[in-house]
């Protein structure tokens, strides 16, 4: 079920979602890929703090599907 709570964080590549009442709070993103994820810093997701294709990967490896992301449309030239 989708909460009211979930959060978005985007860049000028990805939006990232994240839902709280899905994540299981392994942890898993912050050992991993702490440049972007952080449970001490507000806002907790920076995706400025890496390249795109790490950020995806590590949320293809969210046990709970709690984070979720989508390309941005970019315009053409």
Do not use: H, Y
């Amino acid at each position: 079920m989708k909460n009211n709570e979930d959060k978005e964080f985007s860049n000028s590549e990805i939006t990232v979602t994240f839902d709280p009442s899905t994540c299981t709070q392994s942890g898993i993103c912050a050992k991993e890929l702490s440049d972007v994820f952080s449970f001490s810093i507000i806002p907790w997701i920076n995706l400025d703090n890496t390249e795109t294709e790490k950020i995806i990967n590590q949320i293809n490896r969210c046990p709970s599907g709690a984070l979720k992301f989508k390309r941005n449309l970019t315009k053409a030239s």
